[in-house]
């Protein structure tokens, strides 16, 4: 997707029909890229998820508890990623995503470590 948007980003930069309008073509191009990877990294975390809860390998068919498991994984992304990028302006605020990003993190790897122990 990142390879797809960088070609995109580019070849059509120059092309782009709102080049010489008060609001830059950057700021588009920032919004794409935003939307990308916060959708990528969503749907990545959220598929690596499935795969540590054994998906596809032990079991074949997701339950209730573990669709609500998913979704809330997805969903913390989702928004812990809106938020990196939306207070990227902001230095204070850029520091404390980046220490909850950090502990989100380390508690994903912490409970798929015990989850496999």
């Known amino acids: 997707m990142l390879i797809i948007f960088d070609f995109i980003n580019g ?33 990545l975390h959220s598929l690596i998820y499935l795969i540590c809860r054994g998906w596809k390998t032990t079991i074949i068919t997701v339950e209730r508890n573990q669709a609500t498991n998913i979704t809330m994984v997805g969903s913390m992304f989702y928004l ?18 980046n220490i909850v990003l950090a502990t989100v993190y380390f508690m994903f790897g912490l409970t798929n470590h015990v989850a496999i122990s």
């Open 11 to 43: 070849k059509f930069y120059a092309n782009c029909p709102w080049v010489n309008l008060t609001i830059s073509a950057y700021a588009y191009l920032r919004m794409g890229k935003v939307v990308t990877v916060t959708f990528t990294f969503t749907f």
């Open 80 to 97: 812990l990623y809106s938020a990196y990028f939306l207070s990227s302006d902001y230095s204070q605020i850029y520091e404390f995503i």
